[in-house]
């Protein structure tokens, strides 16, 4: 069974310019999660899906960053106007709602210079 | 404010010994403790995980200790390796629909051979 993929695995950016992170769940997870992991910190939850739908997004910085999950399967993070404070791992993980089982992809390294 | 605290933030043992890791929280409605395992350039692993109903929980080398009353936890691994240098994290979980996993700052751990 493939595990959770993102894409790209490494992102450079100078401030002001925009990226988009690419998620694609374990087949069959109905719930993905984004997070964030700066450097020598734990992951820090961003938003969550069922499905298609927005579950939490109360820790998404809405003026700058939006997620889409528009079929329930694939998932799109998109940072406009990238700040060096966003340097962190953009991590994807899935499950399925009935668990508390995540399962993380290798994460997305972002840079902003 | 930290909801899920681990200690130590490093730790080294030798090859064969046993590594402790700690974890404590706050929130009494925390239900579900996973431990994570991340090895540089990769997304967490699930390690393994326990219950608010159960004291301990086993698999192979790796043991949970859970203790309700004081709001701890702990992760002992047994007869350490190289292979399990890496960082840990432990993270906690509410009750009810919602599935966001809190994390801890995480331990990381050096196995000397």
């Known amino acids: 069974e493939a595990g959770v993929t993102q894409s790209p695995r490494y992102a450079v950016l100078q401030e002001g310019q925009a990226v988009s992170f690419w998620c694609d769940p374990i087949s069959g997870h109905d719930t993905l999660y984004w997070y964030q992991q700066p450097r020598d910190q734990g992951p820090q939850l961003l938003v969550y899906?069922?499905?298609?739908?927005?579950?939490?997004n109360s820790q998404l910085p809405s003026d700058r960053f939006s997620a889409v999950r528009p079929k329930g399967t694939n998932s799109t993070l998109k940072i406009q106007s990238a700040k060096q404070g966003d340097t962190a791992t953009y991590l994807c993980?899935?499950?399925?709602?009935?668990?508390?089982?995540?399962?993380f992809g290798p994460g997305t390294r972002l840079t902003v210079l | 404010q930290q909801q899920v605290r681990q200690s130590p933030q490093s730790l080294t043992v030798w090859e064969g010994e046993t590594a402790i890791l700690n974890c404590s929280y706050e929130?009494?409605?925390?239900?579900?403790f996973p431990w994570y395992q991340q090895f540089p350039g990769e997304g967490p692993a699930l390690l393994i995980s326990i219950s608010s109903v159960s004291d301990k929980k086993e698999d192979g080398r790796f043991t949970i200790f859970f203790n309700k009353r004081e709001k701890k936890l702990s992760l002992h691994i047994t007869d350490s390796q190289p292979g399990d240098s890496a960082t840990y994290f432990c993270a906690a979980s509410r009750a009810g629909n919602t599935r966001k996993l809190i994390f801890g700052l995480g331990t990381t751990l050096q196995v000397q051979p």
């Open positions: 899906f069922r499905d298609e739908a927005v579950i939490d």
């Open positions: 929130d009494s409605t925390f239900n579900y």
């Open positions: 993980a899935s499950s399925l709602h009935i668990s508390y089982e995540q399962y």
